[in-house]
């Protein structure tokens, strides 16, 4: 029975050993914290499409935690900061200041930086286009709450009707107060910085023209199953053009006992020279895909390139500086880690140092590693012959017992 289990043993080790296909390093980083490592197309076409069996392993082998992060569009708050042409100030009376708006520019507020005071000012906001004739905006308003407990200063954004003046004037009145001290002014604007998709380079597309359906007809073959979230073409001429397009992707099927290829639809665009043939489509994960274009009675369109895109996705990890971590995936037996560090997102910060992976290589499967070998050379036949060998030993072994057993009895 031992041996038994020891055959067993060394059955499950083989099938356990060399499960993760392909392997990548990880770019040593120069400071301790957390890193955000950018996951490549390449490593994502080898691994699952939910990434759930990437796993990584430090230089002494242990695990690493880890959670996936999908980088998102940056929101920047810019201050542009206006020029203050003048200020006047009438003792216990007013404080009039004269602020440039830059020029062919609609505007409906601006933000002041104001020296922290316990004051409430009334305000009336003017405006002109030649510092000499001034027109009424906004009268009799009230600028309080102006002190903060952690700055020497707060922001204070005031609004008014829409105009297109080149110059503001706000006049504050210092009748019963002391005049605030204006540091300066603006105008804050919100900018979404767009995080880039990232190109797909692995495939090859072919483009034929099949003149009798009157479509052009491209095909498309990755080296390995690609995550792919957006398509688009390089089209050179006609100058005017509007042509639907499908992408689908063939699939066989069982039909009365027959097998059938047929063409699944994924998505339908329309190329038109009046925008750019930028398309975003539902995630797919393919190795080979095929487009179409109706031409009709035109000319088929000019094709210098179909790019494929997909979201860039990363993984954050805790990394110490100059230590050497491999990225291993490929088994796709594998379930989603479960880690701590994936309850604590939140505290992590968003915009984090980065770093890549490099050296990926894949292992070749071993059905392609045994087409050329012998029948001896085969793993079928070494375990045929332990299996054989422990039978016989394991026959043997029972057979002595048996013998031994007599033999006591006598």
């Known amino acids: 029975m031992k041996l038994t289990k020891f055959i067993l043993l060394l059955f499950f080790a083989n099938l356990s050993f060399g499960q993760y296909q392909t392997t990548g390093k990880i770019k040593p980083v120069s400071e301790k914290g957390f890193h955000e490592i950018v996951l490549s197309p390449e490593i994502r076409s080898y691994s699952k499409q939910d990434l759930s069996d990437i796993r990584l392993f430090d230089s002494k082998g242990n695990e690493v935690p880890y959670f996936i992060q999908t980088p998102k569009n940056n929101r920047l708050n810019t201050f542009t900061e206006y020029t203050i042409i003048s200020k006047t100030v009438t003792p216990k009376k ?101 995080r880039p998709l990232q190109e797909i380079t692995s495939g090859k597309s072919t483009v034929t023209e099949n003149h009798s359906t009157k479509e052009t007809q491209i095909h498309v ?112 037996s594998m379930t989603a880690p479960e880690y701590d560090l994936s309850s604590f997102k939140s505290s992590i910060a968003s915009n984090l140092p980065q770093t890549f992976i490099y050296d990926i290589q894949q292992k070749t499967p071993l059905k392609n590693q045994t087409k050329n070998k012998s029948f001896w050379q085969q793993s079928w036949f070494m375990w045929l012959c332990i299996l054989l060998g422990g039978t016989t030993i394991l026959f043997f072994t029972t057979s002595l017992v048996k013998d031994l057993k007599k033999k006591n009895e006598q």
């Open 94 to 194: 007013s404080t009039s200041i004269i602020i440039a708006i830059p020029s062919a520019k609609n505007h409906n507020q601006i933000s002041l930086f104001i020296a922290n005071s316990d004051a409430e000012k009334r305000y009336t906001v003017s405006g002109s286009d030649d510092q000499t004739e001034w027109f009424g905006i906004s009268n009799s308003q009230i600028l309080d709450d102006l002190s903060s407990a952690s700055e020497t200063s707060v922001i204070k954004t005031i609004s008014y009707p829409l105009n297109t003046y080149r110059y503001l004037k706000i006049d504050f009145d210092d009748q019963k107060t002391l005049p605030v001290n204006l540091l300066k002014a603006g105008n804050f604007t919100n900018q979404i910085h767009q």
């Open 221 to 332: 073959l990755f080296d390995a199953p690609q995550i792919i979230n957006q398509i688009s073409f390089e089209i050179t001429k006609p100058t005017y053009y509007s042509r639907k397009a499908v992408l689908y992707k063939k699939e066989k099927r069982q039909l009365k006992r027959k097998s059938i290829e047929i063409e699944d639809e994924i998505a339908t665009f329309e190329l038109n020279s009046d925008v750019k043939s930028i398309f975003t489509i539902s995630e797919i994960f393919e190795k080979e895909l095929f487009i179409k274009i109706e031409n009709n009675d035109n000319q088929p369109l000019s094709i210098l390139k179909v790019k494929f895109n997909q979201n860039p996705v990363s993984i954050v990890a805790e990394l110490n500086s100059n230590e050497n971590y491999i990225l291993k995936t490929g088994n796709k």
